[in-house]
């Protein structure tokens, strides 16, 4: 028996609590109601570099965590012999990551709608015929999503299939969600944060600086996001 392996690489938010916890959970909760949804199916890094080991609230923090739904893959800047981690379940050590710089949390407009969510029964487009502003995500399992307008930076869309953007794609497009390998990317104007296909992540310090803004396609090939220009 032949055994296959190959790399996977996702980009993981990395949380740095500070002291009193207490306000910095509150604080996390005030940018969490203006940011729905931001943390759903996103891997997290916990770094503790910038608490003491006795600090007030430090042994109930990943319980506060998880009940916010954030999802802790790994844990930095602390040792398993601190006594207020004796309770953790401690995740897995993570090494060779390599830092993308800093993540804006998308503001969600006072006028903007709830995130939407839409799963129609039939495996079909799901065409949206307006602009997608920053905090919305657009969810489509079943196939395409196709977004007649701009896509803000701080929104979302995630679709089965392949993505089509008929305007300036600022925000992130992840695409061929559940295995499908060959769904692309499509936009008129390239200014994406982030773009994933498969399971495989490019960020927009990735891209090649020519391409930025210009008509482009993202596809995956030999296991990598490559972008090219449209034409």
């Not at 990551?97 to 903007?112: C, L, N, Q």
């Not at 969810?139 to 953007?165: K, R, T, W």
């Not at 200014?191 to 296909?197: F, K």
């Amino acid at each position: 028996m032949r055994i296959r392996a190959r790399g996977r690489s996702f980009l993981a938010l990395v949380l740095s609590p500070e002291a009193p916890l207490a306000d910095w959970l509150t604080g996390l909760d005030a940018q969490i109601a203006r940011s729905v949804g931001f943390f759903a199916g996103r891997p997290v890094i916990l770094d503790l570099g910038l608490v003491a080991q006795d600090t007030e609230g430090l042994d109930a923090l990943q319980e506060a965590l998880t009940a916010r739904g954030i999802h802790m893959i790994g844990l930095e800047g602390a040792d398993r012999s601190w006594t207020q981690l004796e309770t953790w379940d401690w995740p897995a050590t993570l090494e060779g990551g390599r830092a993308s710089g800093a993540v804006d949390f998308p503001e969600a407009e006072t006028d903007a709608p709830a995130p939407e969510l839409a799963i129609p029964e039939r495996a079909e487009s799901l065409i949206v015929d307006r602009a997608i502003r920053s905090g919305q995500s657009i969810m489509h399992l079943d196939g395409d999503i196709i977004v007649i307008g701009s896509v803000a930076s701080g929104a979302e869309l995630i679709a089965g299939g392949s993505v089509h953007v008929y305007g300036a794609l600022r925000g992130r497009a992840i695409a061929g969600v559940g295995g499908q390998p060959g769904a692309r990317i499509f936009a008129s104007r390239m200014q994406a944060e982030l773009l994933a296909i498969d399971g495989f992540y490019m960020i927009a310090e990735e891209m090649e600086a020519a391409l930025y803004d210009q008509p482009a396609q993202a596809m995956l090939s030999d296991d990598r996001v490559s972008v090219i220009k449209l034409g």
